[in-house]
C-alpha cells in the first residue's frame, strides 16, 4: 500500500458537494484511418485492458484511515473497463458548442471514490467525421506532468499501436482490515507532531507567499520575518487581489470554453520581446479578462491576481501524485496596451519565481504537514469557503496553468490525435480556471468557469486568441 502524498489529501480534503477536484484532457480525433472510419467502444476498451499495466494509478483506490487519523491509502483495485470506459453520441450537426456542452456535463459531476478515480468518454457524432475522447483524473492521483505521462502511456507516436499482452484483470487486494487501518491511523497520528516540525521552516518561510494560506491573519509578518533571520531578500510583496462575480461560492456546474492558437505565433511574440512563453500566456490571458470585466462593467482599478502551478519534479520524472508548489503574481487587466501588459506580466513572473525559489519551494506541502490528518477537511473547507466570503479579499481571482505537451503528432489505437485540451477544477472564491497545453503546434486553451458566474466562458477563449493577434502586429514590426 501506498500512501496518497500531502497534496493528493488536500485536492481530497477540497472536495463537497459542489467542488470537483479532478482534471480532464479532451483529445479530438481523426478515425479516418481505422477500419470502417470509425473509433469504437471496443477498439478503446482493447487499448486500455493492453496499457493499464503502464498506468499503476489506474488500478488502485481510495483507503480511508478510521476517524481520518491519517491520510487515505491507494491499494490494488480492479479497473472494470465497462463501468470506467463509456460512449456517449452528441445529436445532429454535431459542432463545438454541443460538444463543449456535453463535457461541461461530464466535468461536473464527481468521480466515485469506492472506485479506480478516473474515467473516459468516447464522444461520438461531431461534424466532419470525428470523435472526442474526455479523460477525467483526480488531482489526487497525478499532478500536470504525471497526467502527460499517463496521455504518453495510452497513445503512440504513429497510427500503428504498439502491441502488448492483454493481462486478465489483477484481482485486486483485499482491502485492510478496519483494525490495520486503525493501528496505521494511531501510527500516523503518533508521528504527526514530527512531521508538523518538519514541515515548519517551509511553512515560514514562505507563509505569504501561498495561495489563501497567505491571505490569513498574520501571514505576511510570519513570512517578512522568517524572511529577515534567514537574510534571504524579498523582491515584492504579494498582491492582494479585487474581488469580482467569479470570485464567489460555486454551484455544481460547470461551463468549458475551448480555443486553439498557432504555437509559432507565440514563441514568435516570445523572441520579439525576449520573454517566455508563460509570460505570453499570462498576458494574453489578462487581455480576455480585461475585455470580460469591461463588458460587465466590474473592471477594478487594481490588478487580478493569478495564482500559477509550479512543477518541482524533473521534466523526465513519472512517479505518480503530485509534485508542485504555486506562486500568486498580480494579473495585468489594469494596462491597456497589449505590449505593455506583456512587460508587466513578465517582470512579475521573473520576480515571483526568483522569490520561490529564495524562499521555500516546497512551503505548501509544509504548510499542509502542519495540520494533523484528521483536521485536514475541516481545515480545508474553512479556508475555501472564507475565500469566497464577501467581507474578505479573495486570496487570488483566477488560477492559470501552461503545461508542455508533445512537439509530434499522437495516435490513440490508430487514430490521429487532432487536438489535446486541458481542463482543470474550480473551487468556491476561485471560479475561473485557464489551462494551456502545447501539442503539435498548437496551444490549446481549456477554460472552466462556474455555469451561472461567466454563463458567457467561450468569450475570453476567444478574445485569448484576439490578444495574441494584438501582439502579433506589435512583433512583425
Known amino acids: 500500500m501506498q500512501q496518497v502524498d500531502d497534496l493528493g489529501a488536500m485536492y481530497l480534503a477540497a472536495e463537497n458537494e459542489r467542488v470537483r477536484t479532478h482534471t480532464a484532457i479532451l483529445l479530438t480525433v481523426d478515425p479516418a484511418t481505422l477500419p470502417g472510419g470509425r473509433l469504437t467502444l471496443r477498439q478503446l476498451r482493447g487499448l486500455l485492458a493492453e496499457r493499464l499495466p503502464l498506468v499503476p494509478a489506474f488500478r488502485q483506490r481510495l483507503a480511508d484511515v478510521p476517524f481520518g487519523l491519517d491520510r487515505p491509502y491507494w491499494i490494488e483495485a480492479v479497473a472494470d473497463l465497462e463501468y470506467h470506459v463509456r460512449e456517449v453520441a452528441l445529436p445532429a450537426p454535431g459542432d463545438d458548442r454541443q460538444l463543449r456542452e456535453q463535457v461541461a456535463r461530464i466535468f461536473s459531476r464527481p468521480l466515485d471514490r469506492t472506485r479506480p478515480l ?112 534567514r537574510r534571504v531578500r524579498r523582491h515584492r510583496r504579494v498582491p492582494r487581489a479585487p474581488r469580482t462575480s467569479f470570485n464567489r461560492q460555486i454551484s455544481r456546474h460547470r461551463r468549458i470554453g475551448t480555443a486553439s492558437v498557432s504555437l509559432a505565433d507565440v514563441k514568435q511574440v516570445k523572441n520579439h520581446f525576449a520573454v517566455s512563453v508563460n509570460d505570453v500566456v499570462m498576458a494574453i490571458s489578462a487581455g480576455a479578462l ?86 485536514t477537511v475541516r481545515t480545508v473547507q474553512l479556508l475555501t469557503r472564507l475565500n469566497a466570503w464577501a467581507p474578505l479579499s479573495p486570496a487570488m481571482n483566477v488560477n492559470i496553468s501552461n503545461l508542455r505537451g508533445s512537439h509530434e503528432p499522437r495516435y490513440l489505437a490508430g ?63
Open 415 to 477: 487514430a490521429k490525435i487532432e487536438s489535446m485540451v486541458p481542463l482543470a477544477g474550480i473551487t468556491d472564491g476561485l471560479g475561473l480556471n485557464i489551462t494551456v497545453l502545447s501539442y503539435d503546434g498548437q496551444l490549446a486553451i481549456g477554460v472552466v468557469a462556474d455555469r451561472d458566474q461567466v454563463p458567457d466562458v467561450q468569450r475570453i477563449a476567444d478574445w485569448m486568441g484576439d490578444e495574441l493577434t494584438l501582439l502579433l502586429r506589435f512583433a512583425a514590426h
Open 118 to 229: 478516473w474515467e473516459m468518454y468516447l464522444i461520438q457524432g461531431l461534424s466532419g467525421g470525428r470523435a472526442a475522447v474526455l479523460t477525467k483524473v483526480h488531482h489526487a492521483i497525478a499532478d500536470g506532468r504525471t497526467g502527460l505521462g499517463i496521455v504518453a502511456a495510452l497513445t503512440d507516436a504513429s497510427a500503428h499501436p504498439r502491441r502488448g499482452t492483454v493481462l486478465p484483470p489483477a484481482p485486486g487486494s483485499a482491502p485492510p482490515g478496519t483494525a490495520t487501518m486503525l493501528l496505521r491511523g494511531l501510527a500516523g497520528a503518533a508521528r504527526q507532531p514530527l512531521r508538523a516540525v518538519a514541515g515548519l521552516p517551509a511553512a515560514l518561510s514562505g507563509a505569504d507567499e501561498l495561495p489563501i494560506f497567505g491571505t490569513l491573519p498574520g501571514a505576511r509578518l510570519i513570512g517578512a520575518t522568517t524572511a529577515l533571520a
Open 290 to 375: 480585461r475585455r470580460w470585466l469591461l463588458e460587465h462593467a466590474e473592471l477594478p482599478e487594481q490588478p487580478l491576481t493569478a495564482v500559477v502551478p509550479v512543477a518541482l519534479r524533473d521534466c523526465g520524472a513519472d512517479e505518480p501524485g503530485n509534485q508542485l508548489s504555486a506562486v500568486v503574481v498580480g494579473l495585468p487587466t489594469d494596462v491597456d496596451a497589449p505590449a505593455a501588459r506583456l512587460g508587466v506580466a513578465h517582470r512579475a513572473m521573473l520576480t515571483a519565481l526568483h522569490d520561490l525559489r529564495s524562499t521555500a519551494p516546497d512551503a505548501l506541502t509544509g504548510t499542509i504537514r502542519i495540520v494533523p490528518p484528521a483536521f
